[in-house]
Nanobody
Framework: QVQLVESGGGLVQAGGSLRLSCAASGSDSSILFGGWYRQAPGLQRELVAS???????IYADSVKGRFTISRVNIKRTVYLQMNSLNPEDTAVYYC???????????WGQGTQVTVSS
């Protein structure tokens, strides 16, 4: 019912910045949060940041102080501003939306972020 499309990934040098966008089409009134996840080759997908309807945010320890999640409407567009990027941030980043951050009902296709030294 809901389709998510990520954009904004690319190649950036260490210390640089990128802003990822997640655009949602369709509608599901049960959606309470939007989040960003990432997965490096051979590793599990992990939660990077999430934001809920009330505006509360959660960040992985590894990105606190560097990444900021925001939204105009949690059910339409969610952003991830990434600053001070380092090579360890290299991964495919996925947008997710749903009732629980642990298992989003909807996923985007992913966007590659590569940070060079």
């Amino acid at each position: 019912q809901v389709q998510l499309v990520e954009s904004g990934g690319g190649l950036v040098q260490a210390g640089g910045s990128l802003r990822l966008s997640c655009a949602a089409s369709g509608s599901d009134s049960s959606i309470l949060f939007g989040g960003w996840y990432r997965q490096a080759p051979g590793l599990q997908r992990e939660l990077v940041a999430s934001i809920i309807i009330g505006g509360s945010t959660i960040y992985a320890d590894s990105v606190k102080g560097r990444f900021t999640i925001s939204r105009v409407n949690i059910k339409r567009t969610v952003y991830l501003q990434m600053n001070s990027l380092n090579p360890e941030d290299t991964a495919v980043y996925y947008c997710g939306m749903g009732l629980r951050a642990a298992k989003p009902e909807y996923w985007g296709q992913g966007t590659q972020v590569t940070v060079s030294s």
